[in-house]
């Protein structure tokens, strides 16, 4: 008869930051990559906001595979639909380690947290910031949906309206249709979602200056969102 067990294992996870943390830095970002992608890679999309007052720092997905054939061409992603509740739970232990880590090397105490989730990093990143016992000055959900089982939780629901919650589409985003985005729009308004909307001309991406701009409003207290 077949029978499924599990264990619990230690193991490695790597993650990228844009310089050394020092008590210069005022603003961090952790950012979310999406599916298939890397840390490495996609960190350097926030080259125009790296400085000595920020901190950028890129967790890649411990799930990892190769996209074509078997050689070379190897991307992570956060998780699949297969093992979802330990997966859930194994993010948020390794991302946890992940500040606590930053915060033994020295992250000052009065620092700016500000998370990015892009694609499929979107919904680990509001789990995340959904039991941070720390401030969270902003959390942008980019080109990807809100999870339904932190939405729909009355604790997690105040935790991240507590964060300045943006959502970020993009106008010809090829994953999320206009008609989606009302959707969007419309449900997470019902459910008591406190959000700003944002787009910007571009598809299924990044976007440089809306990235400069979210960084000059994190970096400056008292300018309007």
């Given amino acids: ?21 020092s008590k210069d830095i005022k603003v961090v970002w952790f950012v979310f990559h999406g599916y298939g992608m890397q840390a490495k890679n996609f960190i350097a999309d926030f080259d125009s906001i790296f400085d000595k007052n920020t ?24 998780m699949t639909s297969d093992l979802r509740t330990s997966d859930i739970k194994n993010n948020i232990a390794y991302l946890n ?9 020295g992250l000052p105490e009065d620092v700016k947290i500000g998370v990015i989730g892009f694609s499929q990093g979107g919904p680990t990143s509001f789990r995340w910031v959904a039991q941070l016992e720390r401030a969270v000055e902003m959390v942008i959900a980019w080109g990807t949906d809100l999870p339904l089982d932190v939405i729909e939780q009355p604790q997690s629901l105040r935790k991240i309206n507590e964060s300045n919650i943006k959502l970020v589409i993009g106008s010809d985003d090829e994953y999320i249709s ?34 400069r ?3 000059v409003r994190m970096m400056h207290d008292g300018l309007e969102y």
């Fill in 1 to 21: 008869m077949l029978k499924e067990l599990s264990v619990n294992i230690s193991t490695t996870a790597r993650f990228y930051l844009s310089n050394e943390v």
């Fill in 55 to 78: 901190l950028v720092v890129a967790p890649e997905g411990i799930h990892r595979f190769y996209r074509r054939g078997t050689r070379n061409d190897i991307s992570a992603n956060w």
């Fill in 97 to 105: 380690t992940v500040l606590r880590k930053l915060e033994e090397d």
């Fill in 178 to 211: 206009s008609d989606k985005v009302d959707d969007f729009i419309i449900e997470y308004s019902d459910k008591g979602v406190e959000f700003d909307f944002h787009t910007f001309e571009g598809g299924h991406s990044l976007h440089e200056d809306t990235i």
């Fill in 213 to 215: 701009y979210f960084q």
